[in-house]
């Protein structure tokens, strides 16, 4: 009797979390944002510069990109 109280269980969580997977899945995927280079700001660090894309440097995670001096 244990054994199916224990297959029950690992059934219900499998189901579980099959059914959040797919309602995870339905969710409309973001819009891209498509940003010009002449728009970009681009910051001077030392003779590199920096455009950052999104996100914020100093805090957390960010996307950028970097030009080097030749």
Do not use: C
């Amino acid at each position: 009797m244990n054994k199916v109280a224990v297959l029950v269980v690992v059934s219900s969580l499998t189901a579980s979390a099959f059914i959040a997977g797919v309602a995870v899945g339905k969710a409309a995927p973001p819009t891209p944002k498509f940003t010009a280079a002449e728009e970009v700001k681009w910051d001077d660090i030392s003779g590199v510069k920096l455009a950052t894309l999104f996100g914020d440097t100093k805090k957390g995670p960010y996307g950028g990109l970097f030009k080097l001096p030749a």
